[in-house]
C-alpha cells in the first residue's frame, strides 16, 4: 500500500499569507496527485488533480506542483474562506490532512 | 450538476451490518466512465478509501475491509449502496459517498461527494 504524509498537520497563518502544503508518497505516484479543501461540517471539495490542474471553478489562489514522490499545494494570498483543512489523495490512499487556522 | 446524497441509519450495533445508500442526482449512474465510491472519516483522522464500483458491476475494495464490504448498485433508483458486515466501534466514522473519475487502470480521484452522513457503532 502507498502510504501518504502530509505536513505540517496544522498551519498557523494570516489573511494574505502564501502557504505551502507538502505531501511525501512511500513510493513513486507518478502525477496522480489529487488535493481536497474540507470545510468543518462539509463534504472535501476536490481542487487539484493530476498533480497541478485546477477543478473547473477553483480559484487561481490555489496551484500544486511536484512529481515523483514530493508533492506541494500553494495558496497564493489566504482568503477567510481558505481556512480549513486540507488533504492530498492518490487513488485509495489519503494523507492525514493539513489544519489551517488563523493565526 | 450531480449530487450526491447518503442515507441510512446512524446508529449500528456492534457485531450487526451497517447498510447505507447513496442517491445519485443530476446524472445516471450508468452513463460516463465513473467509479461509484465510499469513503470514510474518523473523527481526529485521516480519510479512509472503503471501495467502488464501475457502472458495468466490476468492484473493487481497500484490501483491509475487503472480506467485509458489500458494493452495490440499483440502477433504477440511480442509487449505489455499501454493506460493512460485522461492524464494531472502529467503524464508527462519517461515511461519504463520492464519484470519481478514472483517467487509467487503477488511478481514480473524486469530483463530486456527498454532504457525509455519521454513523455511531454502539450496543
Known amino acids: 500500500d502507498i502510504q501518504m504524509t502530509q505536513s505540517p498537520s496544522t498551519l498557523s497563518a494570516s489573511v494574505g499569507d502564501r502557504v505551502t502544503i507538502t505531501c511525501r508518497a512511500s513510493q513513486h505516484i507518478g502525477g496522480w496527485l489529487a488535493w481536497y479543501q474540507q470545510r468543518p461540517g462539509k463534504a472535501p471539495k476536490l481542487l487539484i488533480y493530476?498533480?497541478?490542474s485546477l477543478e473547473n471553478g477553483v480559484s487561481t489562489r490555489f496551484s500544486g506542483s511536484g512529481s515523483g514522490t514530493e508533492f506541494t499545494l500553494t495558496i497564493s494570498s489566504l482568503q477567510p474562506d481558505d481556512f480549513a483543512t486540507y488533504f492530498c489523495?492518490?487513488?485509495?490512499?489519503f494523507g492525514q490532512g493539513t489544519r489551517v487556522e488563523i493565526k | 450538476q450531480v449530487q450526491l446524497q447518503e442515507s441510512g441509519p446512524g446508529l449500528v450495533k456492534p457485531s450487526q451490518t451497517l447498510s447505507l445508500s447513496c442517491n445519485v442526482s443530476g446524472g445516471s449512474i450508468t452513463s460516463g466512465d465513473y467509479y461509484w465510491n465510499w469513503i470514510r472519516h474518523h473523527r481526529g483522522k485521516g480519510l479512509e478509501w472503503i471501495g467502488n464500483?464501475?457502472?458495468?458491476?466490476?468492484?473493487d475494495y481497500n484490501p483491509s475491509l475487503k472480506s467485509r464490504v458489500t458494493i452495490s448498485l440499483d440502477m433504477s433508483k440511480n442509487q449505489f449502496s455499501l454493506k460493512l458486515t460485522s461492524v464494531t466501534a472502529a467503524d464508527t466514522a462519517v461515511y461519504y459517498c463520492?464519484?470519481?473519475?478514472?483517467?487509467?487502470?487503477?488511478?481514480?480521484?473524486?469530483?463530486?461527494w456527498g454532504q457525509g452522513t455519521p454513523v455511531t457503532v454502539s450496543s
Open positions: 489523495q492518490q487513488s485509495g490512499s
Open positions: 493530476k498533480t497541478s
Open positions: 464500483i464501475y457502472h458495468s458491476g466490476p468492484t
Open positions: 463520492a464519484r470519481a473519475i478514472a483517467p487509467l487502470r487503477g488511478i481514480f480521484y473524486f469530483d463530486y
